[in-house]
Protein backbone atom coordinates (compact mmCIF):
# COMPACT_ATOMS: atom_id res chain seq x y z
CA UNK A 1 0.00 0.00 0.00
CA UNK A 2 2.43 2.22 0.73
CA UNK A 3 3.99 1.56 -2.47
CA UNK A 4 0.80 2.58 -4.28
CA UNK A 5 1.36 6.23 -2.43
CA UNK A 6 4.48 6.94 -4.05
CA UNK A 7 3.78 6.16 -7.30
CA UNK A 8 0.68 9.27 -6.69
CA UNK A 9 2.68 11.28 -5.51
CA UNK A 10 4.99 11.05 -8.57
CA UNK A 11 1.51 11.15 -10.46
CA UNK A 12 0.17 14.18 -8.85
CA UNK A 13 4.31 16.22 -9.42
CA UNK A 14 3.97 15.41 -13.21
CA UNK A 15 0.03 16.48 -13.39
CA UNK A 16 0.33 19.81 -11.52
CA UNK A 17 3.98 20.87 -13.88
CA UNK A 18 1.94 19.94 -16.94
CA UNK A 19 -1.35 21.13 -16.02
CA UNK A 20 -1.00 25.18 -15.52
CA UNK A 21 2.44 25.64 -15.33
CA UNK A 22 4.63 26.21 -18.97
CA UNK A 23 7.76 24.36 -18.86
CA UNK A 24 10.57 25.61 -21.48
CA UNK A 25 13.73 24.12 -22.36
CA UNK A 26 16.83 26.53 -23.03
CA UNK A 27 21.00 26.93 -22.81
CA UNK A 28 22.72 29.37 -19.79
CA UNK A 29 24.67 32.09 -21.66
CA UNK A 30 25.37 33.93 -18.66
CA UNK A 31 25.63 33.40 -14.61
CA UNK A 32 26.68 36.44 -13.21
CA UNK A 33 24.13 37.72 -11.19
CA UNK A 34 23.58 36.12 -7.89
CA UNK A 35 20.58 33.96 -8.10
CA UNK A 36 19.60 34.82 -11.45
CA UNK A 37 20.48 33.36 -15.07
CA UNK A 38 20.40 34.30 -18.40
CA UNK A 39 18.79 31.45 -20.15
CA UNK A 40 18.76 31.16 -24.39
CA UNK A 41 15.41 29.50 -25.71
CA UNK A 42 15.61 29.02 -29.30
CA UNK A 43 12.54 27.50 -31.66
CA UNK A 44 11.97 26.74 -35.38
CA UNK A 45 8.98 28.43 -37.04
CA UNK A 46 7.91 28.54 -40.47
CA UNK A 47 6.44 31.28 -42.54
CA UNK A 48 3.07 31.23 -43.29
CA UNK A 49 2.93 32.14 -47.11
CA UNK A 50 6.73 31.36 -48.22
CA UNK A 51 7.09 28.13 -46.08
CA UNK A 52 10.72 28.70 -45.20
CA UNK A 53 11.74 27.88 -41.55
CA UNK A 54 14.20 29.67 -39.92
CA UNK A 55 14.99 29.82 -36.29
CA UNK A 56 13.88 32.25 -33.57
CA UNK A 57 15.69 32.94 -30.27
CA UNK A 58 14.83 34.55 -26.93
CA UNK A 59 16.54 35.64 -23.84
CA UNK A 60 15.03 35.28 -20.19
CA UNK A 61 16.66 36.55 -16.49
CA UNK A 62 15.49 32.71 -14.61
CA UNK A 63 15.49 32.11 -10.54
CA UNK A 64 18.73 30.02 -10.38
CA UNK A 65 17.87 27.95 -6.79
CA UNK A 66 20.21 25.04 -8.20
CA UNK A 67 23.36 26.28 -9.15
CA UNK A 68 23.77 25.79 -12.84
CA UNK A 69 26.96 26.94 -14.59
CA UNK A 70 27.39 28.58 -18.03
CA UNK A 71 26.62 25.87 -20.33
CA UNK A 72 23.85 23.74 -18.79
CA UNK A 73 20.88 22.73 -20.73
CA UNK A 74 17.90 23.56 -18.06
CA UNK A 75 14.13 23.00 -17.96
CA UNK A 76 12.19 26.05 -16.51
CA UNK A 77 8.76 26.80 -15.33
CA UNK A 78 6.93 30.28 -15.34
CA UNK A 79 6.67 31.25 -11.87
CA UNK A 80 4.92 34.40 -10.54
CA UNK A 81 6.58 37.27 -11.21
CA UNK A 82 9.80 37.64 -8.69
CA UNK A 83 11.18 40.63 -9.87
CA UNK A 84 10.24 43.20 -13.01
CA UNK A 85 12.17 40.73 -15.25
CA UNK A 86 12.18 37.27 -13.96
CA UNK A 87 9.26 35.41 -14.15
CA UNK A 88 10.95 31.48 -14.81
CA UNK A 89 12.55 29.52 -12.32
CA UNK A 90 14.92 27.08 -13.06
CA UNK A 91 13.42 23.27 -12.48
CA UNK A 92 16.32 20.94 -13.14
CA UNK A 93 19.33 20.46 -15.10
CA UNK A 94 18.73 18.56 -18.45
CA UNK A 95 21.94 18.24 -19.45
CA UNK A 96 25.72 19.58 -18.91
CA UNK A 97 28.07 21.66 -21.56
CA UNK A 98 30.18 18.75 -22.78
CA UNK A 99 32.52 21.04 -24.46
CA UNK A 100 33.48 22.78 -21.62
CA UNK A 101 33.88 19.42 -19.63
CA UNK A 102 36.25 18.29 -22.62
CA UNK A 103 38.79 21.17 -22.79
CA UNK A 104 39.14 20.87 -18.66
CA UNK A 105 40.14 17.36 -19.49
CA UNK A 106 41.99 17.92 -22.82
CA UNK A 107 44.22 20.93 -21.22
CA UNK A 108 44.62 18.54 -17.38
CA UNK A 109 46.48 16.29 -19.66
CA UNK A 110 48.20 18.50 -21.72
CA UNK A 111 49.87 20.10 -18.46
CA UNK A 112 50.78 16.58 -17.19
CA UNK A 113 52.43 15.58 -20.67
CA UNK A 114 54.14 19.37 -20.68
CA UNK A 115 55.50 18.53 -17.11
CA UNK A 116 56.87 14.76 -17.61
CA UNK A 117 58.32 16.22 -20.96
CA UNK A 118 60.04 19.70 -19.73
CA UNK A 119 62.20 19.22 -16.81
CA UNK A 120 61.37 22.35 -13.56
CA UNK A 121 64.21 25.01 -13.97
CA UNK A 122 66.12 25.64 -10.62
CA UNK A 123 66.16 28.78 -9.22
CA UNK A 124 69.48 29.78 -10.65
CA UNK A 125 68.61 28.87 -14.25
CA UNK A 126 65.75 31.24 -14.13
CA UNK A 127 67.69 33.97 -12.72
CA UNK A 128 69.98 33.33 -15.39
CA UNK A 129 67.48 33.63 -17.97
CA UNK A 130 65.82 37.07 -16.20
CA UNK A 131 69.25 38.82 -16.90
CA UNK A 132 70.45 37.86 -20.39
CA UNK A 133 66.70 38.83 -21.07
CA UNK A 134 67.28 41.98 -19.83
CA UNK A 135 70.93 42.62 -21.44
CA UNK A 136 69.35 41.67 -24.92
CA UNK A 137 66.71 44.12 -24.55
CA UNK A 138 68.84 46.86 -23.80
CA UNK A 139 71.26 45.57 -26.29
CA UNK A 140 68.62 45.59 -29.17
CA UNK A 141 66.96 49.28 -28.80
CA UNK A 142 67.70 51.82 -30.68
CA UNK A 143 68.93 55.23 -29.59
CA UNK A 144 65.75 57.19 -30.33
CA UNK A 145 66.70 60.71 -32.19
CA UNK A 146 63.91 63.19 -31.63
CA UNK A 147 63.64 65.12 -34.71
CA UNK A 148 60.78 67.78 -35.20
CA UNK A 149 59.32 68.88 -38.56
CA UNK A 150 58.80 72.50 -38.54
CA UNK A 151 55.89 73.34 -40.71
CA UNK A 152 53.68 76.24 -41.92
CA UNK A 153 50.03 76.43 -42.28
CA UNK A 154 49.99 74.42 -45.57
CA UNK A 155 51.79 71.94 -44.17
CA UNK A 156 55.07 72.16 -46.26
CA UNK A 157 58.34 72.94 -44.84
Known amino acids: MAIKKKQNTVKKEVQEVNK ?7 RVVAAKLPKTVTVLVESRKTHP ?26 EMVKVKPISKNKH ?6 VG ?6 VTKELKAEAAENIAEVMPEK ?9 IRKSEDEKIG ?4 EETKKKTTKKGKK
Open 20 to 26: GQQVVRG
Open 49 to 74: LYGKSYKVSKKYLVQDDLGVTEGDLV
Open 88 to 93: FAVRKV
Open 96 to 101: RDIEAI
Open 122 to 130: SEDQIKSDE
Open 141 to 144: EPEK
